[in-house]
DNA sequence: AAGTATATAAGAATTATTCCAATTTCATTC
DNA sequence: GAATGAAATTGGAATAATTCTTATATACTT
């Protein structure tokens, strides 16, 4: 059983506006990955006039409730590996640290069958995720 | 045994300039995933005056003979995740098509014990990168 | 229905990155 | 070793994604 889009806005503590919901009914449509314009475009589609900016906002907004999530961290600004071989990621979440390491254990495993058929797989990345040492010390959690 | 970076400018097929040579050693020393701006405000300690187009440019320029490689695909623009279940991804490299799916096999396997050192995983995401179906067919490769 | 805090629209501002044109420099030839 | 021409650098303008600002409009409480 879903929450009506009344409860969800009202669970975050604000209005429930024609655009916000239409962004909502949008997303809960959608199966893609879509970036904010994508989003921009389809709303367009009945409130023509709708700025950018409500769609940022309303996508942040929904973000810091809890209902979508970015698919990366680190989009912010591109960063480069300087190591070549077949490697994967600790990220720290808060300072963006990123170490990288190998795990043969996790690289033999065969992919899922249903995910062969979508594509040929050529490279397998792993992103474990968190709080490094330093942060941990920095705020004691 | 390493090449030495007159053999590695050679083989690039371009002119080994001191801005080049400099942004190379910066990268070969650096074991962090340093942005652009980083290489920037390091490579102006000993050339104050060069520009930042030309860090982009050298940078651009060594991952495209593989000397670097970013750290994500699907950087230009923020992706959204509807699906706040956890999840895994199958990215097209082409198209950037991205499709969910599950994957428990994986996320049992213990994280390696030098990685829990660094920090406290709190999750883990694996990217299987490749082709999708739709653009194999279009180029027939 | 009125009042008020909140949300929106439009465009300016910001940030990361790329483009462009003028000048400089590398590396090859003489 | 100097001249030369192609390639590289600089500095600033241009672009693209995203965020901020401010005046206006609107949802929700009373």
């Not at 239409?22 to 989003?39: Q, S, Y």
């Not at 367009?44 to 006039?49: I, K």
């Not at 942040?60 to 680190?74: A, C, N, P």
């Not at 590996?81 to 170490?99: A, S």
């Amino acid at each position: 059983m879903r929450d009506s889009p009344k409860d969800i806005f009202k669970a975050m503590g604000v209005r429930m506006t024609p655009q916000r919901l239409e962004i909502l009914r949008i997303l809960e449509k959608c199966n893609e990955h879509p970036a904010a314009e994508d989003v921009y475009e389809k709303i367009r589609e009945r409130f023509p006039s709708i700025s950018f900016d409500t769609v940022y906002r309303t996508l942040s907004l929904f973000e810091s409730h809890g209902l979508i999530k970015k698919v990366h961290h680190l989009a912010e600004k591109t960063r480069y590996d300087t190591n070549m071989r077949h490697h994967h990621h600790f990220v720290c979440v808060r300072c963006k640290k990123i170490i990288d390491f190998t795990w043969e254990g996790i690289d033999k495993i065969p992919a899922p069958e249903k995910v062969k058929e979508w594509g040929k797989v050529e490279d397998r990345y792993v992103e474990l995720r968190g709080i490094c040492q330093d942060c941990l010390k920095k705020t004691g959690v």
